[in-house]
């Protein structure tokens, strides 16, 4: 079928004047059986009308190398009353991530980087800073899968306000710190997808976005994708809408590896083909199955236990109802994505999103509900997460002051922490008021608190901020990252996202 068929039919279904399942062959496989996604579509409909807040959705359903259902439901654009179709670009936020390291990935294929020499070793001038541990041991690897020691971050740049994105060894000299040794954790940071597509156009010798292009997007036949909006897109493009409803400025990052690609429900199924091994006529292989198996290898776990998730080379792993699942999600303004993919049932699903609305993943678990034996039933929003958190006691190594220094590039800024024994943390920064840590705990040999105390420095006073402490404890020496967060219950609401910058911070006990 014909793109300007296809986005015909989708138009009519989104308005609801066909019928209910499709009944022409299509160049990627045959479509779903009669009625088979009925129910779906019309929970999908009923959801936009109860939620006037989420402008549209796209799916798209693979099984066994087939797309069996590909649809948009709602306006990609209300302002133009555009309606959302499976080829509707969406901005995919996270899901950037494993579209990156597919590209990363090429260059391992041809021989130009290794997973396992340091990042550093294919930087600029501007490199990654050991604060514990040493920078060599931050590899390519560790970068891709979380565990580099890279923050909490992430910079958001809008169109229609003054300060533009700063080049990328700007960033780095700013908030390059590894706060945590190299392989000693798994913390997410979206920086660490900003250095990899740096990395790319080190390497590749061509700018990130057009090495995607030509790398990726057009080998695997994704012609409506791009990083940020490429030309001709812009007019078919879904809008980001804010929390208030309305439409957000264009915006980027300093991490477009990590958040700014663009693709199509459409794109996305058959990427998420390609990576089930599924070898579509007209998708050149880019990568051999190996190097897909070594991408979907998790070589970082997110927790502890036999429930924990893992973390790959630019995708996430876990076990469902005994179903492995490989995938990845996308959350940030006016943007809610999902992309799982089944190895086992041959099966892929992707749910787009416009708004912040977690509708799309209420859509993409009831159709693994429908395609999977076993799925559990559906939570109710909030079932879970009305427990009040526990009383903060602090252990003895913790109990007393401690003294130390946020390091910013704008000079030290110096800190106090007390741990009281009735489990009040007090805390002053700098010539601040002394002030209480909101919701402290201590896991794990890591402290964890949320102060109203501010980190002062060019980027951070752009907006209203609090300070989050990721701690770890290291004898009589706490270290870690003092991250600069727009968003809590103290700060006013902002229809934007904005920003998270984190800072090495360190204190020692006093005697």
Request: glycine share 10%.
């Amino acid at each position: 079928m014909t793109l300007l068929a296809r986005t015909a039919l989708m138009l009519a279904l989104s308005c609801g004047l066909t019928q209910p399942a499709f009944a022409a062959e299509k160049a990627n496989g045959t479509v779903a059986t009669q009625g088979e996604f009925d129910a779906l579509r019309a929970r999908i409909r009923k959801e936009l009308a109860d939620n006037p807040d989420v402008p549209s959705i796209a799916v798209a359903v693979a099984r066994d190398g087939k797309i069996v259902w590909e649809e948009g439901f709602g306006w990609a654009d209300r302002e133009s009353r555009r309606p959302a179709t499976a080829d509707t670009p969406y901005s995919l936020a996270s899901i950037s991530k494993p579209i990156t390291a597919t590209g990363l990935m090429t260059l391992v294929r041809d021989g130009k980087l290794d997973l396992d020499r340091p990042a550093n070793d294919y930087l600029g001038a501007a490199k990654l800073v050991a604060r514990v541990g040493d920078a060599r041991d931050a590899t390519v690897r560790r970068v891709a899968n979380h565990t580099a020691g890279l923050p909490l971050h992430y910079q958001f740049f809008y169109a229609d306000e003054p300060v533009r994105r700063p080049p990328m060894e700007e960033t780095l000299r700013r908030y390059g710190n590894l706060v945590t040794a190299p392989g000693e954790i798994y913390e997410y940071s979206n920086l660490g997808y900003g250095v990899l597509d740096d990395i790319i156009a080190r390497v590749s010798g061509q700018t990130y976005i057009d090495y995607m292009r030509t790398a990726v997007f057009e080998p695997l036949g994704m012609t409506h994708s791009s990083v940020d909006i490429a030309p001709g897109l812009e007019k078919i493009v879904a809008t980001r809408y804010g929390t208030d409803g309305k439409p957000l400025a264009f915006y980027d990052f300093d991490h477009p590896g990590g958040s700014a690609v663009y693709a199509s429900a459409h794109d996305l199924v058959r990427f998420a083909m390609f990576h089930l091994k599924n070898h579509l006529p007209d998708q050149k292989p880019i990568l051999s199955d190996a190097m897909i198996d070594a991408m979907h290898e998790p070589t970082a776990s997110e927790g502890k236990g036999p429930d924990a998730g893992g973390y790959g080379v630019g995708f996430g792993f876990d076990l469902k109802a005994g179903h492995r699942i490989v995938s990845h999600t996308g959350s940030m303004g006016g943007v809610r994505t999902q992309m799982q993919l089944y190895p086992d049932a041959n099966i892929a699903v992707v749910v787009l999103g416009n708004s912040g609305s977690p509708l799309p993943s209420r859509i993409a678990d009831a159709i693994a509900r429908q395609l999977l034996p076993n799925w559990p039933a559906e939570t109710p929003p909030g079932g879970n997460n009305n427990a009040p958190p526990k009383p903060f006691a602090a252990p003895a190594a913790l109990l007393g002051r401690w003294t130390g220094a946020v390091v910013t590039e704008a000079g030290d800024v110096p800190v106090e922490l007390e741990f009281q024994a009735d489990g009040d943390v007090h805390a002053r920064f700098g010539k601040q008021l002394e002030t209480l840590v909101n919701n402290p705990r201590f896991e794990d040999g890591r402290f964890f608190g949320q102060v109203v105390s501010r980190v002062d420095t060019e980027d951070t006073l752009r907006h209203p901020s609090t300070t989050r402490l990721t701690l770890t404890l290291r004898d009589n020496v706490l270290n870690g990252s003092a991250s600069s967060v727009n968003w809590g219950t103290e700060l006013p609401a902002d229809p934007k996202t904005r920003n998270a910058v984190s800072h090495w911070i360190e204190v020692r006990k006093a005697p």
